[in-house]
């Protein structure tokens, strides 16, 4: 039976290509297996648009249910991110960079899971381990994910073998610039002409209880902050409506991918109290914090400080 190889629901370009890479080295091994992803070709997140029509490679067969199914999966191990009915599946192999999962089986697999900022990192390994040539169009999609998953080597979880990757990989790719062709996708991923301001704030949002105060936290990663000027307003009209609804404050993060900061929209009851977090001064209800990229790592713990949590 014909492996399907699938990463997380809502994929990015490492779960898209990711399935692409392992199931080509299954290939190469005499595996049979196909490429799947957890949504239709159309339904495909922008960055991850470019990155298939960038480099010519087939988007993967889409798939909804595991059921009667040998599986390998890449980019994760829950069963909560996984196809439907995965108990009814059998999962073969599994290659992640996450912490893992809660997916257990039956037979042994094969199971690969390393520290490092990106599953095509750990895919560049198998394939040299298994002395196996990676094709151009294959190590075009790897060297995107790695340059996705790790902000462009600037997020705390990038490692040296990361680095390393990408080096090997934009070679065979012939990829030149890799900053070049970061900028290209983080300007898809982050395109906001014709989105409704509150599916931006929603794009990538968290509520968190703050000693029994609800604080929601958007995040929008820029290429440059330039991309909102035009809806700021609108975006602050969403945050009111949000904010409306029974919480204390609503942050958003405007991170400039390429400053390495945040302009920190801050609708708050207390605004003051969100100014001592981050030690910064709200005019015209935002501020600047120079290096603030994480939310979860840097955001989050700020807020929850003054919280008193
Ligand atoms: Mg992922
Ligand atoms: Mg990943
Ligand atoms: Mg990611």
Redesign the pocket.
């Known amino acids: 039976m014909t492996v399907c190889v699938v990463?997380?629901s809502s994929?990015?370009t490492?779960?898209v290509t990711s399935a692409i890479a392992y199931a080509a080295l299954l290939n190469a091994q005499g595996t049979e297996a196909k490429a799947c992803m957890q949504c239709k070709a159309d339904g495909l997140n922008p960055e991850s648009k470019l990155v298939i029509e960038r480099f010519g490679l087939a988007a993967p067969e889409f798939i909804s249910d595991a059921a009667g199914k040998k599986l390998a999966l890449v980019?994760?191990s829950d069963i909560a991110q996984g196809p439907a009915n995965l108990g009814d599946g059998e999962v073969v192999a599994i290659v992640d960079h996450h912490k893992i999962g809660d997916i257990t089986t039956n037979n042994p697999i094969l199971f690969r899971a390393e520290p490092v900022g990106c599953?095509g990192t750990v895919l560049n390994k198998m394939y040299k381990d298994a002395g196996v040539e990676i094709a151009k169009d294959v190590a075009g999609g790897m060297l995107c994910a790695i340059l996705s998953?790790t902000v462009n080597f600037k997020s705390p979880t990038c490692t040296d073998d990361d680095k390393a990757a990408v080096a090997e990989l934009k070679v065979i790719a012939g990829v030149q610039d890799t900053d070049a062709l970061f900028m290209d996708m983080l300007k898809a991923k982050s395109a906001v002409a014709g989105v409704p301001a509150k599916d931006l704030l929603f794009r990538d949002y968290k509520d968190f209880d703050m000693k029994g105060k609800k604080v929601g936290v958007g995040q929008l990663e820029l290429a440059t902050i330039d991309q909102v000027a035009d809806v700021r307003e609108e975006l602050k009209k969403a945050m009111e409506a949000v904010k409306a609804e029974g919480r204390h404050s609503v942050l958003l993060m405007l991170t400039d991918v390429v400053k390495e900061g945040t302009d920190l929209v801050v609708l708050s009851d207390d605004p003051a109290l969100i100014e001592k977090a981050f030690g910064g001064k709200l005019a015209n209800s935002s501020m600047w914090i120079d290096g603030m990229m994480s939310r979860k790592k840097q955001t989050i713990p700020n807020l929850q400080k003054v919280f008193g949590c």
């Open positions: 990463g997380h994929p990015d490492d779960s980019d994760f599953t998953d």
